[in-house]
């Protein structure tokens, strides 16, 4: 059926939703890349943990990767490599960063992510792109001055159910390397031979069940979401076919700018515009906002009507690339 057609049998329908959607959570496609904030807060003081706190404490800067299962950097019950061990007894980067690069020669990891220390109680921010090839992330810092304890992170996998996560919120324990007996935060160097197990330290100085830090992972470029429905999955002669529910959300932290298209069409044929905003940029979705368009009539089936499936399709695009974000199709038949 030609476009033309298909105008005159929907007449002049147009969704008019600029002023609904200007103030706007369902899954998205999972895209190639996502962006991420990581905010480390700590939560090391007298307070917190008093038992033999050291004046000055902190944690050293912030050393990890991007990568995929094909490398572990450290895990519980493994030993610690020698970056790790650098790392828990001196708050040194290197040579966590070499067996990094070695990684990323390797292709089991993407990218290193670095971060300078903090106090006790400071917080600070990181970002880094994430992708499909690369979705885990290894971050870990000192607690200095100790033996060799750290808190961290070990293979964290931002994809989960499918899809890139929006938030993660994880409270950090400290972690004792192994490689070093002292027992209280500013002990002499005791060298533990043979090295011991990586293992959560349990019996203090620490404050037992009581954080160390926290890691808020969140994504920034979290994409728009359209829903559609139908009121029916067929119809036939004399019914009304409307889209009984259509929702544009937006599940992500930062307000969005999108492209939105919707049409309607024989399935095969060609497409029949029934809205297109914002591909100007000035569609801007709220974060966390959520519109339901409602109920919206297209055409009564009559015997003009074509006898086929049909679909109603809302596309979300980013008006700068034209990269769709997400697409949602509905499909219904018109019977005899």
């Known amino acids: 059926m030609s476009t033309r057609r298909l105008t005159t049998i929907l007449g002049s329908t147009t969704l008019a939703c600029a002023v609904l959607l200007g103030g706007a959570t369902a899954s998205s496609a999972q895209t190639p890349t996502a962006r991420y904030e990581v905010e480390f807060e700590g939560n090391w003081s007298a307070v917190t943990h008093p038992t033999d706190y050291p004046t000055g404490g902190h944690f050293s800067p912030l050393v990890g990767a991007l990568h995929n299962a094909g ?13 790790i061990k650098a790392m828990a007894e001196m708050g040194m980067t290197t040579p966590l960063d070499v067996e990094i690069d070695a990684a990323i020669a390797a292709g089991t990891a993407g990218q290193p992510v670095f971060g300078p220390g903090v106090d006790g109680t400071a917080t600070e921010v990181v970002n880094f792109t994430a992708t499909t090839a690369h ?42 390397a192994g490689t070093d007996s002292g027992a209280s935060f500013l002990s002499p160097d005791e060298v533990t031979v043979p090295p011991d197990p990586i293992s959560l330290l349990t ?43 259509w929702t544009v959300s937006n599940p992500g932290v930062l307000p969005i700018a999108t ?78």
């Open 203 to 245: 019996g203090g100085p620490p404050t037992p069940g009581v954080r160390m830090a926290r890691l808020t992972i969140t994504r920034l470029d979290t994409p728009p979401v359209c829903d559609v429905e139908m009121s029916q999955t067929s119809y036939a002669d004399g019914e009304l076919v409307e889209i009984s529910a």
């Open 135 to 176: 979705p885990q992330l290894t971050l870990v810092t000192m607690v200095a001055p100790s033996p060799d304890w750290f808190v961290g992170v070990g293979g964290v996998d931002l994809i989960q159910n499918g899809d890139w996560v929006n938030e993660l919120v994880i409270d950090l324990f400290a972690w004792d």
């Open 259 to 336: 492209e939105l298209k919707m049409w309607a069409r024989i399935v095969g044929d060609e497409p029949y515009g029934l809205s297109s905003l914002g591909a100007d940029g000035s569609l801007v979705i709220d974060a966390g906002a959520s519109v339901d368009v409602g109920t919206v009539p297209l055409f009564t089936v009559s015997p003009a009507i074509p006898i086929s499936a049909w679909e109603v399709g809302c596309r979300l695009m980013d008006p700068a690339t034209g990269e769709e974000r997400n697409l949602d199709l509905a499909p219904f038949v018109i019977d005899p």
């Open 71 to 83: 490398v572990d950097f450290w895990e519980s019950g493994a030993l610690a490599s020698p970056g």
